[in-house]
């Protein structure tokens, strides 16, 4: 049998970009990133709300990271990042929906815009937009915390998708200044953090900030 490839259209720096890749690397299956931002033409055709990424697998285009991340399990990977049990099932759909819904918009647009927006465009810091947020995004941060103390993993004790779509969204936060101070005092929380972060799939699928990080002297 062919070796199932995994085409993505992406930008590197996307969280959503690297849950679907590191559920491809977990599944085993090959995958490729073409450069494609998100609000461009192309994208637009790709993906009607103008979001990244899109893939394309086994003849099939998809779009948004729930419908594909769920697909390349099930099809490549015997469902194995997806508990069978209905109630850890739910527990799993449930971390999910509340990294898509509360965390993601939350930590995107009151922490990780304005800092990527600084750091590569060179606009000034909008302290006033991450100062707003930080309340909010500490408030999460602690639920998550709560959570994650009372068990080794989201949906329970197997790492699930769950854990994939978490980890992407709060590792850039604690590489910010502030969430690396919020994240300091969340001990189970980091804990979690740095246990995860050294599975195979989230360490070949890292930002490339975070290998230069990993590299320089501590
Ligand atoms: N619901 C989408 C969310 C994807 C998403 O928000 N992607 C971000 C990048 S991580 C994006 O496209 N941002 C560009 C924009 O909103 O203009 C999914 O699950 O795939």
Not at 33 to 43: F, G, L, M, R, V
Not at 56 to 84: F, K, R, W
Not at 160 to 173: E, G, H, N
Request: proline share 8%; net charge negative.
């Amino acid at each position: 049998m062919p070796v199932p490839t995994l085409h993505i259209h992406g930008t590197i720096i996307s969280t959503y970009t690297r849950i679907v890749q590191t559920v491809a690397e977990e599944a085993g299956v090959g995958w490729t990133i073409t450069a494609t931002p998100a609000q461009s033409e192309e994208n637009r055709r790709r993906h009607p709300f103008g979001k990244v990424p899109t893939v394309e697998i086994d003849g099939l285009s998809l779009y948004e990271s729930v419908a594909i991340t769920q697909y390349i399990d099930n099809v490549h990977n015997g469902g194995s990042l997806q508990p069978d049990d209905p109630k850890i099932r739910a527990e799993m759909d449930r971390w999910i929906a509340i990294a898509n819904n509360y965390l993601f918009p939350t930590f995107e647009h009151g922490l990780l815009m304005p800092r990527l927006a600084h750091e590569y465009l060179k606009t000034p810091l909008r302290s006033d937009i991450i100062e707003a947020a930080l309340p909010d995004i500490a408030r999460y941060l602690g639920i998550v915390c709560e959570r994650i103390e009372m068990s080794p993993h989201f949906a329970g004790p197997d790492f699930t998708l769950a854990d994939i779509f978490l980890y992407c969204m709060l590792r850039p936060v604690q590489m910010t200044s502030e969430g690396r101070n919020l994240i300091d005092q969340l001990l189970p929380l980091r804990h979690w953090l740095n246990r995860t972060g050294k599975r195979d799939s989230l360490l070949s699928t890292r930002w490339p900030r975070e290998i230069e990080n990993a590299a320089e002297p501590k």
